[in-house]
Every structure is written in structure tokens, then in C-alpha cells.
């Protein structure tokens, strides 16, 4: 059975930073695209970041380059975000991901965690 669980989310201040991991179980987790999604109340999932330990860059919203970095250990079976530089409007609740393909539909990706939320005041 497939497990991902995520933590690190909390309540900082603008201009802070915070660490998400999100463990994984259940499969190989070398072979999938990873990605991390948000979804603040009213709005529509979307994807932050996304990873894979093939060739290629990670891929980052607009929104986030340049403050977020994504990065995944392998032999610990655990995908991270970095966040810096945080903004009130990246508030959100934080879910990652896992498929054998790569989209930013939300909705194409099968495994996912619970969610942890981020909150940041201005």
C-alpha cells in the first residue's frame, strides 16, 4: 500500500522559511515523479514543484522560483521543500505527490499525502 505523509508545515511570519518532508512507502519510490501541490481555500489545487531522479530539471511555478526548492533523498525515501522568503499568499494547505508520470493536472497524479498547512502573516 502506498503511504505518503507530510509534515513541517506551521504558521511564520512574512519573509520566513519553512521545511516540508514528505516520507514515502509502499513502492519504489526512485521510479516516480514527486511533486509538491497547494490549495488555499477557494482556489484550485496547483502545482509548486515537481521532481524526478531521472535527466532534468525540477520544475517550479512562477510564483515560487527563486524562493521554494525542491529536492528528494532517495536513500531516505523522502521528498523536501525548502521555502523561503515567504509570502501571505502562498498560505495553503501543502500536498505531495506521486505518479509514474509527469503532468501539472492535479488531477492526472494517483498518490497522495494528507496535506500540511502553511500559514504566513504579513
Known amino acids: 500500500q502506498v503511504q505518503l505523509v507530510e509534515s513541517g508545515g506551521g504558521s511564520v511570519q512574512a519573509g520566513g522559511s519553512l521545511r516540508l518532508s514528505c516520507v514515502v512507502s509502499?513502492?519504489?519510490?526512485?521510479?516516480?515523479?514527486m511533486g509538491w501541490f497547494r490549495q488555499a481555500p477557494g482556489n484550485q489545487r496547483e502545482a509548486v514543484a515537481t521532481?524526478?531522479?531521472?535527466?532534468?530539471?525540477?520544475y517550479y511555478a512562477d510564483s515560487v522560483k527563486g524562493r521554494f526548492t525542491i529536492s528528494r533523498d532517495n536513500g531516505e525515501n523522502t521528498l523536501y521543500l525548502e521555502m523561503n522568503s515567504l509570502k501571505p499568499e502562498d498560505t495553503a494547505m501543502y500536498y505531495c505527490?506521486?505518479?509514474?508520470?509527469?503532468?501539472?493536472?492535479?488531477?492526472?497524479?494517483?498518490?497522495w499525502g494528507q496535506g500540511t498547512q502553511v500559514t504566513v502573516s504579513s
Open positions: 505527490a506521486a505518479d509514474l508520470r509527469w503532468s501539472l493536472n492535479p488531477r492526472d497524479w494517483v498518490y
Open positions: 509502499g513502492y519504489p519510490y526512485s521510479w516516480y515523479y
Open positions: 521532481i524526478y531522479t531521472g535527466a532534468g530539471r525540477p
